[in-house]
């Protein structure tokens, strides 16, 4: 194989070699998308190698982008932790207890983010088809060194917000420690009318 000189590469704007300035709102939108994103926290006692990942099986999997965000469906507020509109203080108060009865759960740790995007979407709509009021969505702690908390933990409440989900979700807040503590969700879905 005879050596040339490398191909340049292509740059934002399609044209080789050069690169172009960035525009004000892609500016604005590239701040709006990684305003909150951090860097990792290097430890250097690990060392990686290339093969380590796959010794250790499916849970040391690379981590995929998320599913992409979307706004609140249009006339449902957004949802937050222990923030019920629509609900009734006393059930507000039973859900935040874990007094009501769980009807279904699904456990999120371990997958991927997009395969517990998928997982929870069809878990909520097949709850909901079932007439299943009050579930448990298992995300997992992960607490890391840093202080920071798990992806799927902070994933999985923005889901719910979704225009997908949100219709169908009345309220969600951390669970009893006896059900996952802060590391499970209780979702109380909305009833289906009929």
């Not at 006393?90 to 279904?104: D, F, H, T, V």
């Not at 979704?162 to 059900?179: C, I, M, N, W, Y």
């Amino acid at each position: 194989m005879a050596k040339g000189p490398k191909p340049k590469p292509v740059g934002p704007s399609g044209s080789r070699g050069g690169h172009r300035k960035v525009r004000p709102d892609e500016a604005d939108l590239w701040q709006n998308a990684m305003g909150d994103v951090h860097p990792m926290q290097r430890d250097d006692n690990k060392v990686r190698t290339p093969n380590a990942a796959k010794s250790k099986g499916p849970t040391a999997q690379p981590r995929q982008h998320p599913a992409p965000l979307t706004p609140a469906a249009p006339g449902d507020p957004e949802l937050r932790h222990g923030a019920a509109p629509g609900l009734d203080k006393r059930s507000a108060q039973r859900l935040k207890r874990g007094q009501l009865p769980i009807e279904g759960r699904i456990d999120l740790h371990g997958m991927t983010q997009t395969e517990a995007h998928r997982t929870l979407v069809r878990f909520i709509q097949n709850a909901r088809e079932a007439d299943k009021r009050c579930v448990l969505v298992i995300t997992g702690k992960g607490l890391r060194r840093d202080g920071s908390i798990g992806i799927l933990r902070e994933s999985v409440p923005r889901w719910l917000n979704e225009p997908g989900l949100r219709p169908k979700v009345l309220s969600f807040t951390h669970a009893q420690p006896k059900d996952g503590g802060e590391g499970a969700l209780y979702v109380l879905l909305k009833r289906r009318r009929s």
